[in-house]
T-cell receptor, first 114, second 111 residues
Framework: DAGVTQSPTHLIKTRGQQVTLRCSPK?????VSWYQQALGQGPQFIFQ???????QRGNFPDRFSGHQFPNYSSELNVNALLLGDSALYLC?????????????FGSGTRLTVV | TQLLEQSPQFLSIQEGENLTVYCNSS?????LQWYRQEPGEGPVLLVT?????EVKKLKRLTFQFGDARKDSSLHITAAQTGDTGLYLC???????????FGAGTRLTVKP
């Protein structure tokens, strides 16, 4: 049973560029959440998608946007990249209203902005 | 400020020692979860505690949820080098249905 798959694993972008990160959730999961984890920090919640709609959003600017597709996979888009956007971006899948069962995380995409 | 405060931030001990790490909040949580994360990987769920006062054991790991559901602790007995990692607590605030994480405790167990 495949877990959460994220692509790419590593990415280097120039300040001001745009980036798209991709996530395929665990089989049977319908909810995708995105997190940003800076070096030495805990994951910070960006937003959560369910039924192709953004359900919850953390304290991130509008430069961060997302999408969920009918097959539950998801994308995270970041526009006008800043040096401070360099981080590990984690995708987590779950079942809506099954939060007590925990999240399944992918291995993340390491984004470096230069 | 973090919704969930974890302490200590760093902990370095010798193999065989016992340790306790803490997760505290001023908010009430419907549940709290503990994850372990290794370098280059995503967090992996260890346990979920749901009931105030609940204690769960996972081999040498003991997890406790505070009576008021605002705090939790993780106790490791006879630590092993394989326990090295970042321990994260997380939970859904009562007003939301998403998961918020603490900053983590980075544990190093030396041989």
């Amino acid at each position: 049973d495949a877990g959460v798959t994220q692509s790419p694993t590593h990415l280097i972008k120039t300040r001001g560029q745009q980036v798209t990160l991709r996530c395929s959730p665990k089989s049977g999961h319908d909810t995708v959440s995105w997190y940003q984890q800076a070096l030495g920090q805990g994951p910070q919640f960006i937003f959560q998608y369910y039924e192709e709609e953004e359900r919850q959003r953390g304290n991130f600017p509008d430069r961060f946007s997302g999408h969920q597709f009918p097959n539950y996979s998801s994308e995270l888009n970041v526009n006008a990249l800043l040096l401070g956007d360099s981080a590990l971006y984690l995708c987590a899948s779950s079942v809506l209203n099954g939060i007590n069962y925990g999240y399944t995380f992918g291995s993340g995409t390491r984004l470096t902005v230069v | 400020t973090q919704l969930l405060e974890q302490s200590p931030q760093f902990l370095s001990i010798q193999e065989g020692e016992n340790l306790t790490v803490y997760c505290n909040s001023s908010s009430v949580f419907s549940s709290l979860q503990w994850y372990r994360q290794e370098p280059g990987e995503g967090p992996v769920l260890l346990v979920t505690v749901v009931t105030g006062g609940e204690v769960k054991k996972l081999k040498r790991l003991t997890f406790q949820f505070g009576d008021a559901r605002k705090d939790s602790s993780l106790h490791i007995t006879a630590a092993q080098t394989g326990d090295t990692g970042l321990y994260l607590c997380a939970g859904p605030p009562r007003t939301n249905n998403d998961m918020r994480f603490g900053a983590g405790t980075r544990l190093t167990v030396k041989p």
